[in-house]
Structures are given as C-alpha cells and as structure tokens.
C-alpha cells in the first residue's frame, strides 16, 4: 500500500476510529498498516502474551474469549490497543476468527508515532474504551 492508494485510505475513513481524521492523517495510517486476512479458527490474539499491534477489522467477526465467556466483534471494531497503551500488560482474552476476517494491524512503534502525531485517534479510542467498559459493566452485572 502507498501513501496514495484512495481505496485504502477510503476504507480508513469509514472506520470510527478514524472517520474525522484528514487526508493526510489517513494517508499516514495507510503507510504504515498493513492488510491482512485469516482464515475461521485463526488466533489473532492470545491470552497472556505482550501486545505487539493493533488490529482493525474491516470485514468479517471475531471471538473476544475471556475465560468461559465470549464477545463478538466485527467490522469497525479494534482489538489490542489496551497492551499498546500500558507498557508490560498482556492480554487477557483470546482473539479468535469466527469467520474470515480482513483486518489492518499497526505494529507498536507505529501505533505509538500515530498517537504522537494524530492525537484525536487517542480521542476516539478513549470513546470506543469506555463504551466497551460500560458494556463489560453490564454483562457482569448479569452474571
């Protein structure tokens, strides 16, 4: 991928975390993620390991596994950021596909220059965070 590839920097901008970034921050995300697919069954993420990148799927669903418990996320969603924010927290879940799934993935001396340099990035992030943290709050709330 270029710093001008439209398609990608297009399919950036149609993702929450990004949506209000401008062309040039989205240029300057899609020179520095890269595409990936998996296949069903695939880990993306595993229990107990350092987090090495950001994963945001752009097509298909995931597992987050946490114990016996399991959240789906699909499109628009991103995984890994909590590792990449805290310097020596692994992971606590799993990440599994339960479908194919294409996703881009920042590594974590990207993900860092991004944050440095594209600072509402770290605005929609905390959005999406507490959002999923209330969402926790519930689920434990159930039982």
């Known amino acids: ?7 990608l920097i297009d399919s950036l901008r149609q993702q929450a975390l990004f949506a209000d970034l401008d062309e040039l921050a989205l240029a300057h995300i899609a020179a520095v993620a890269a595409p990936l697919e998996v296949a069903s069954g695939h880990v993306l993420i595993d229990a107990g390991q350092e987090g090495t990148g950001l994963f945001v799927i752009q097509e298909g669903s995931v597992a987050v596994e946490i114990g016996a418990r399991a959240i789906e996320c699909g499109a628009g969603e991103f995984l890994g950021e909590l590792s990449l ?5 692994v992971h606590t879940g799993r990440v599994r596909a339960t479908s194919t799934v294409k996703c881009l ?3 974590r001396h990207d993900f ?3 944050l440095d340099d594209e ?14 943290l209330a969402e926790t709050d519930r689920m434990l709330a159930r039982g």
């Open 85 to 89: 924010l805290v310097d020596g927290l």
């Open 1 to 7: 991928m270029t710093w001008g590839d439209p398609e």
């Open 105 to 107: 993935a920042i590594n």
């Open 119 to 132: 600072p509402r990035i770290a605005v929609n992030m905390l959005r999406a965070l507490a959002r999923r």
């Open 112 to 114: 860092d220059r991004l």
